[in-house]
């Protein structure tokens, strides 16, 4: 979870109250976040550098490191825990956020250029006017951006923020992309005007900004925030315009966000004006912008609340206490959320602050929070059950002792892989029978599993330095196509085990087999020839027949199938479901 870096004694003088460590720490578990450590800059700079002293302008003031839900984004900067603890401790209301009328006639225009769609497709906007800012305030500003990017954001791959000085460019403002050899312009904290190409090289050997560069590196065009004048604000994701630099001095701000996700793009634009209107010269007011996206505009920032109704009863019921719904409405508002009892519901108002609320059990845990996890008496489920382990759970367990006192090595694979992986390397015909992952973020994770033996295999290949024979096995779930189920799909454990020497050892893996049946006590198994099974050689394998049906295969791995996998040995293997044989 996120771990935000906090001055203690700023964070008091905000609160208006000062505590002892103990206290403090107590306040963060009542209000369900954890006072993850005391420390300083200069003992994390010592701790660093192997215990060495830091130099003398490393400072000795007591940092907190508090450690937050990752789906609090209004938590991850100081003015967001600070106003929470605040509304907790019933010392001030939740704020109410607000549009403001736009300083000009009409609102600031942002236009989104259809080229944008084939790199970042979304942009939104707004703009912060009067703003006062310190040094204090303006590191927690830059802090937020770096944990919106790093949680939300997915680094910068979802969500990119850029931050302007509104009165050093002139609106209406262009999101457009452009080839990279056509934009240039003087990047933040640069000497002088360079083209995106080579801006690029010159950021390879950043230690901040080349984890960003991949993003947008292979793309013909890179995307470009350009204001009426043809003045570059920003190159998302990469880096801001030294123009547009944004400074203590600084009193209006223009916000854009550009993404790949346009809602991801809304919460983060949203968090991010809440957390930081408190200090416009109306506070918690936010100047709208418009944004036109294929001839469609639409208002930002978003700032919306809505309503859900809760139970009071289901609330009692879930959490384990008697509140009357008065109370529940009054445990609510502790947590930031407006509340309005009936007789026997509560109506819920949620602010804007809180994307993290998406269904009604989210509700009933700020409920239990803002109650007391302490204060909730244990009960006896009225219920009287003894409870046991499953029996294929069991079975498994007790097989897993047993292969492994007859000299065999538990391996824990993948439960994904690749078609490559499930297909062709083990000569199976693509009959479209496998879970298929919709979205798959990389080659080697595009099926899930239908077989245990590509995760044997690969891990016998990872391990062909070590001394022979290797005798590997798993005992896991894989994944079959039911076209009659309710998912698609079912789960079905198996067994698989492989021996790989300088010979086949087939005997030694016909012996797992005999042992295998023996343990759970089935002595009507037989064997029957097959040379019609993909992955084995011809002649040297068969199936396994018990209790009136194919329970799983045995044999010795072809040789292609052992080129696949870039082994040089021969190697056997027996894989069988457990379920049938229970």
């Known amino acids: 979870m996120p771990t935000i870096n906090v001055k203690r004694d700023e964070l008091f003088r905000r609160l208006g109250t000062t505590y002892t460590d103990a206290e403090f720490d107590e306040l963060c578990f009542e209000f369900g976040i954890e006072l993850d450590e005391v420390?300083?800059?200069?003992?994390?700079?010592?701790?660093?550098?192997?215990?060495?002293?830091?130099?003398?302008?490393?400072?000795?003031?007591?940092?907190?490191?508090?450690?937050?839900?990752?789906?609090?984004?209004?938590?991850?900067?100081?003015?967001?825990?600070?106003?929470?603890?605040?509304?907790?401790?019933?010392?001030?209301?939740?704020?109410?956020?607000?549009?403001?009328?736009?300083?000009?006639?009409?609102?600031?225009?942002?236009?989104?250029?259809?080229?944008?769609?084939?790199?970042?497709?979304?942009?939104?906007?707004?703009?912060?006017?009067?703003?006062?800012?310190?040094?204090?305030?303006?590191?927690?500003?830059?802090?937020?951006?770096?944990?919106?990017?790093?949680?939300?954001?997915?680094?910068?791959?979802?969500?990119?923020?850029?931050?302007?000085?509104?009165d050093s460019v002139r609106p209406p403002f262009r999101y457009v992309a452009r080839p990279p050899d056509d934009i240039r312009f003087r990047a933040l904290n640069q000497p002088e005007a360079l083209t995106a190409t080579q801006l690029m090289r010159v950021y390879a050997t950043d230690n901040h900004l080349k984890h960003y560069l991949p993003i947008i590196l292979d793309s013909p065009v890179y995307p470009a925030i350009y204001d009426t004048d043809d003045v570059l604000l920003s190159m998302p994701p990469i880096i801001n315009s030294h123009h547009s630099r944004i400074s203590l001095a600084t009193r209006n701000i223009f916000i854009d966000i550009t993404a790949t996700d346009l809602r991801k793009a809304e919460v983060a634009l949203d968090t991010l004006v809440t957390m930081f209107s408190c200090y416009c010269e109306e506070p918690f007011s936010v100047e709208p912008v418009r944004v036109v996206r294929n001839g469609e505009e639409r208002i930002y920032p978003l700032l919306t609340t809505r309503t859900e109704s809760i139970s009071v009863e289901k609330v009692n019921k879930v959490v384990g206490i008697s509140e009357t719904p008065e109370g529940v409405?009054?445990?609510?508002?502790?947590?930031?959320?407006?509340?309005?009892?009936?007789?026997?519901?509560?109506?819920?108002?949620?602010?804007?602050?809180?994307?993290?609320?998406?269904?009604?059990?989210?509700?009933?845990?700020?409920?239990?929070?803002?109650?007391?996890?302490?204060?909730?008496?244990?009960?006896?489920?009225?219920?009287n059950k003894v409870?046991?382990?499953?029996?294929?759970?069991?079975?498994?367990?007790?097989?897993?002792?047993?292969?492994?006192?007859?000299?065999?090595?538990?391996?824990?694979?993948?439960?994904?892989?690749?078609?490559?992986?499930?297909?062709?390397?083990?000569?199976?015909?693509?009959?479209?029978?496998?879970?298929?992952?919709?979205?798959?973020?990389?080659?080697?994770?595009?099926?899930?599993?239908?077989?245990?033996?590509?995760?044997?295999?690969?891990?016998?290949?990872?391990?062909?330095?070590m001394p022979l024979p290797l005798k590997l096995f798993e005992i896991s779930d894989v994944v079959v196509r039911e076209h009659g189920s309710e998912t698609g799909a079912r789960n079905c454990r198996s067994l698989c085990a492989a021996y790989y020497n300088v010979t086949s050892g087939f005997e030694v893996i016909h012996g797992v087999l005999d042992r295998f049946m023996q343990l759970i006590g089935v002595s009507d198994y037989r064997l029957e020839g097959s040379d019609s099974l993909p992955p084995y050689f011809q002649g040297r394998s068969a199936l396994i027949r018990a209790r009136g049906r194919v329970v799983g295969t045995l044999g010795v791995l072809h040789p292609e199938v052992i080129h696949n996998f870039e082994l040089i040995n021969p190697c056997s293997v027996v894989e069988l479901e457990l379920e049938p044989l229970m």
């Open 39 to 166: 420390t300083s800059e200069a003992e994390q700079i010592a701790k660093e550098h192997g215990g060495r002293a830091a130099d003398q302008s490393a400072s000795t003031s007591v940092v907190y490191k508090i450690e937050v839900p990752a789906n609090r984004y209004d938590l991850l900067c100081v003015e967001g825990i600070v106003q929470a603890i605040l509304v907790f401790l019933g010392k001030q209301p939740m704020p109410t956020y607000r549009l403001s009328t736009p300083a000009a006639p009409v609102p600031v225009t942002f236009t989104v250029a259809p080229e944008t769609s084939s790199v970042r497709p979304f942009a939104v906007g707004a703009i912060l006017r009067g703003v006062t800012l310190n040094p204090e305030r303006y590191a927690s500003f830059i802090d937020l951006q770096e944990k919106l990017h790093q949680n939300i954001g997915r680094r910068r791959t979802l969500v990119a923020i850029g931050t302007h000085d509104l």
């Open 329 to 383: 409405a009054r445990l609510l508002e502790r947590m930031g959320l407006g509340a309005v009892a009936t007789s026997a519901t509560v109506s819920v108002t949620i602010p804007p602050t809180r994307a993290d609320i998406i269904h009604p059990c989210d509700i009933y845990e700020d409920v239990a929070i803002s109650y007391g996890f302490n204060r909730i008496h244990r009960t006896i489920p009225p219920t």
């Open 387 to 465: 409870a046991r382990q499953l029996p294929l759970n069991k079975l498994t367990d007790l097989l897993r002792m047993d292969l492994a006192a007859a000299g065999f090595t538990e391996t824990l694979t993948f439960a994904l892989c690749s078609r490559d992986d499930a297909g062709r390397r083990l000569r199976r015909p693509d009959r479209g029978d496998t879970a298929t992952i919709a979205n798959p973020k990389t080659a080697e994770f595009q099926v899930v599993r239908p077989s245990l033996l590509p995760g044997i295999l690969k891990t016998v290949a990872a391990s062909r330095k």
